[in-house]
């Protein structure tokens, strides 16, 4: 079976565009999570989408955005990039939303704002 | 929020050696795993241990919940071994994994 998959793996985008990375879950899992991870640093929880509902958001601005379709996979939405959201950003998914589930990760796609 | 400190920040081993990392959580969590990142900045999950102890293989992983703090354990290890090993818990009931700095590991031939 494959894994959580993402796409693009690599893009470079120029201040104040706008990105759309997309999440493919393990087969019958229903739950994406998106974390940010900054050179240097451990990711960082973005949202949490749980049967097509938004179950969790971090402290991140309102330019970013999620959304979850009913195949369960999910794009996650960057609007007018800065400079500071040059980072990894990893799709995690599990079985359901809540804890007692192992959680697995994609391979990420590593955005570039130049 | 809850906080996860990692020790040591930084380890060089030689091949064959062993080592301990170690996660303390400033509160009690939920759904603790442990991963490993490779240079290519995939996340392996490692375990999921919420408590008591667990082993795959050359690693093992122990949980103790009412004190806070969870271990790593790499016998005999092995240049692919090298890399970042991250613990996470979350507090909240949703998957919300709260990271730690993360612990990276270098083995050398």
């Known amino acids: 079976d494959a894994g959580v998959t993402q796409s693009p793996t690599h893009l470079i985008k120029t201040r104040g565009q706008q990105v759309t990375l997309r999440c493919s879950p393990i087969?019958?899992?229903?739950?994406v999570s998106w974390y940010q991870q900054v050179l240097g640093q451990g990711p960082q929880f973005i949202f949490q989408?749980?049967?097509?509902?938004?179950?969790g958001r971090g402290n991140f601005p309102d330019r970013f955005s999620a959304r979850q379709f009913p195949n369960y996979s999910s794009e996650l939405n960057v609007n007018a990039l800065l400079l500071g959201d040059s980072a990894l950003y990893l799709c995690?998914?599990?079985?359901?939303?809540?804890?007692?589930?192992?959680?697995?990760f994609g391979e990420g796609s590593w955005l570039t704002v130049v | 929020g809850i906080q996860v400190e990692q020790s040591p920040p930084d380890l060089i081993l030689q091949e064959g050696a062993n080592s301990t990392l170690r996660c303390n959580f400033s509160?009690?969590?939920?759904?603790l795993q442990w991963f490993h990142q490779n240079p290519w900045g995939q996340l392996i999950n490692l375990f999921y241990?919420?408590?008591g102890t667990k082993q795959n293989g050359r690693l093992s992983a122990t949980t103790v919940a009412t004190e806070r703090y969870s271990l790593l354990y790499i016998s005999s290890s092995q240049t692919t071994d090298s890399g970042v090993y991250f613990c996470?818990?979350?507090?909240?009931?949703?998957?919300?994994?709260?990271f730690g700095a993360g612990t990276r590991l270098a083995v050398h031939p």
């Open positions: 995690a998914s599990s079985l359901a939303g809540t804890s007692g589930n192992t959680i697995y």
């Open positions: 087969s019958g899992h229903k739950s």
């Open positions: 989408y749980y049967e097509k509902e938004e179950r």
């Open positions: 509160d009690s969590v939920n759904n």
């Open positions: 241990i919420p408590s």
């Open positions: 996470a818990g979350d507090s909240g009931g949703y998957n919300k994994l709260i």
